[in-house]
């Protein structure tokens, strides 16, 4: 049973097209997020949602906007997509605010959604 | 603001090497830190963490020790295998829960040969 799910794994568009991402997670987690991997790896956040309400938004162009519609789901939407847009997104989530409350210190992670611009 | 700065890669040893990846950070508070591991074509897995100064996080023969006074968390293995092959991410966790999320360095990737 995956803890937190993405859907599609793979996604491949033309440049100017909008596209979205879906996450799940069956945790019964408060808290989930999106973070961007680039093609060096290197990890950062972009949205974090506490109870389907936005908490933190890392400086990220308006074309991408994040839907909550319950706790349980935190979708992507990209709209004119554009080369630099290409990279590896990720999923995850927590119990509760990281730090808040004693051992709530994890996040989970998806398998990540390898999107790919042309 | 929160930084981690872990050491560049790739690394590469041998079966049965002993392992050391460095890992330093910044950060107000009291932070948690974190190994997170990414194999091949997979995403990120939890390796091991440590929520206060002097812990140790161990898992799957992997150790770090959260150091306060070097501000560091230092991932070791005393035998790595082929499988262990992957990329390493230390991390951090703000500890006001206002930030709420998680910090990465850069990865460090690990390659290991027979």
């Known amino acids: 049973d995956t803890a937190v799910s993405q859907t599609p794994k793979y996604l491949v568009t033309q440049m100017g097209n909008d596209k979205s991402i879906k996450c799940e997670q069956n945790?019964?987690?408060?808290?989930m997020y999106w973070y961007k991997q680039d093609s060096k790896k290197f990890l950062k956040i972009m949205f974090s949602y506490n109870n389907k309400e936005l908490i933190i938004n890392e400086t990220v162009p308006n074309r991408f906007s994040p839907k909550s519609p319950d706790k349980a789901h935190l979708n992507l939407h990209i709209n004119s997509l554009e080369l630099g847009d290409s990279a590896v997104y990720f999923c995850?989530?927590?119990?509760?605010?990281?730090?808040?409350?004693?051992?709530?210190?994890?996040?989970?992670f998806g398998q990540g959604t390898r999107l790919t611009v042309v | 603001g929160n930084s981690v700065t872990q050491m560049e890669g790739p690394v590469t040893l041998s079966e049965e090497a002993f392992l050391t990846i460095n890992c330093t950070y910044t950060a107000t508070g009291y932070p948690s830190l974190f190994w997170y591991v990414q194999y091949p074509g997979e995403g990120l897995q939890l390796l091991l963490k440590a929520t206060k100064a002097d812990d140790k996080g161990s898992n799957k023969g992997f150790e770090a020790t959260y150091r306060k006074e070097t501000t560091s968390f230092h991932l070791e293995k005393g035998s790595v295998q082929v499988s262990d092959s992957a990329v390493y991410f230390c991390a951090l966790s703000d500890g006001t829960g206002t930030a709420s999320k998680l910090t990465f360095g850069t990865g460090t990737r690990l390659q290991v040969t027979l």
């Open positions: 945790l019964g987690h408060d808290t």
């Open positions: 995850a989530s927590s119990q509760a605010l990281l730090g808040v409350g004693s051992g709530n210190t994890e996040a989970f």
